[in-house]
Antibody, heavy 120, light 107 residues
Framework: QVQLQESGPGLVKPSETLSLTCTVSGGSISSYYWSWIRQPAGKGLEWIGRIYTSGSTNYNPSLKSRVTMSVDTSKNQFSLKLSSVTAADTAVYYC??????????????WGQGTLVTVSS | DIQMTQSPSSLSASVGDRVTITCRASQSISSYLNWYQQKPGKAPKLLIYAASSLQSGVPSRFSGSGSGTDFTLTISSLQPEDFATYYCQQSYSPSGTFGGGTKVEIK
């Protein structure tokens, strides 16, 4: 079955850019939407944005000015960049596939998550 | 943006209890509502999609209902492995907002 794995630095300095990659295994990345979702410690889930394998994107309006997503179908990977980070961006970051059927969609499966801490 | 409000934020229950969690949307979202279960240190796991469709492999004691603005997740007979935090999520709008979560604890 499809599995997702996040990778990237666990520590980022304030004002710098957070960069994460999600590697998809057990299936093709093609013809799906792929999302990033984050969760600060002890708090709820926040959708960051999605990318289709064509490269089209949707971003959370609250983060849109700082978010860039990209996809590399040859490597079965997609990536997240979040610029000008602050301590408020400290969270576990998850990647997830967006499944759909009959106009409904949902997140499944999810990666295991990776903790990114913003600190000097 | 669509706001999702879950209640209660936490509850205590015993094994075998029937548990109901409520999720309310700030505007009508038809049946564009999903439920997830999250255990400590783990990623969320899909339980229910499109308000009432049970994800493959999820035990039948989990069920979802509702449409419009009011939704419920019901666990018919709580099992030890069901102690977790549950989140609703709307997929009506592109931002896919989540509820604040309901933590189900052991009484």
């Amino acid at each position: 079955q499809v599995q997702l794995q996040e990778s990237g630095p666990g520590l980022v300095k304030p004002s710098e850019t957070l960069s994460l990659t999600c590697t998809v295994s057990g299936g093709s990345i093609s013809s799906y939407y792929w999302s990033w979702i984050r969760q600060p410690a002890g708090k709820g889930l926040e959708w960051i944005g999605r990318i289709y394998t064509s490269g089209s994107t949707n971003y959370n309006p609250s983060l849109k000015s700082r978010v860039t997503m990209s996809v590399d179908t040859s490597k079965n990977q997609f990536s997240l960049k979040l610029s000008s980070v602050t301590a408020a961006d400290t969270a576990v970051y998850y990647c997830a596939r967006e499944e759909s059927s009959s106009d409904y969609n949902w997140f499944d499966p999810w990666g295991q998550g990776t903790l990114v801490t913003v600190s000097s | 943006d669509i706001q999702m409000t879950q209640s209660p934020s936490s509850l205590s229950a015993s094994v075998g209890d029937r548990v109901t969690i409520t999720c309310r949307a700030s505007q009508s979202i038809s049946s564009y509502l999903n439920w997830y279960q999250q255990k400590p240190g783990k990623a969320p796991k899909l339980l229910i999609y499109a308000a009432s469709s049970l994800q493959s492999g999820v035990p039948s004691r989990f069920s979802g209902s509702g449409s419009g603005t009011d939704f419920t997740l019901t666990i018919s007979s709580l099992q030890p492995e069901d102690f977790a935090t549950y989140y609703c999520q709307q997929s009506y709008s592109p931002s896919g907002t989540f509820g604040g979560g309901t933590k189900v604890e052991i009484k």
